[in-house]
């Protein structure tokens, strides 16, 4: 593991309240493999362009197909059912892992990302002012 990917991690984990890495990594790779379902080919490259390299294969294997449109709600029960939890835990989920991400990816990048989602996405991305 890369520098970078641990940090991230850990940001992660301390977002989420995680006791442990493996916990914050199973977290981030589900959130991470909704996002590249939910998000067009060319962000889910720029994003897996910006992450350290262990993040990218979700990003980098989505569908070349154009991206499902499902809700911020649809996201997290996603999320729950591949971290195999509830609706509230997996909504806390998300909002640790994207919220990491909005904060150590470029402005714009985060911003093409927000702009791809409908409005219900900005909480999970820590960004409650804009919805």
Request: aromatic content about 6%; proline content about 5%.
């Amino acid at each position: 593991m890369s520098a970078g990917y641990d940090d991230f991690l850990a940001q992660v984990r301390d977002r989420g309240g995680y006791a442990d890495l493996e916990h914050a990594e199973q977290v981030l790779t589900s959130a991470l493999t909704v996002l590249a379902s939910r998000l067009g080919p060319n962000t889910a490259a720029a994003l897996a362009r910006q992450l350290p390299a262990f993040l990218t294969e979700a990003l980098e294997s989505r569908s070349p197909e154009e991206p499902e449109q499902f809700c911020a709600q649809e996201f997290c029960r996603r999320m729950a059912e591949l971290n195999e939890t509830d609706l509230k835990t997996a909504r806390w989920d998300a909002e640790a892992v994207l919220t990491c991400l909005a904060d150590t990816q470029t402005r714009g990048l985060t911003a093409q990302i927000l702009h791809e989602l409908p409005p219900d996405y900005a909480p999970l991305f820590g960004r409650r002012g804009m919805i």
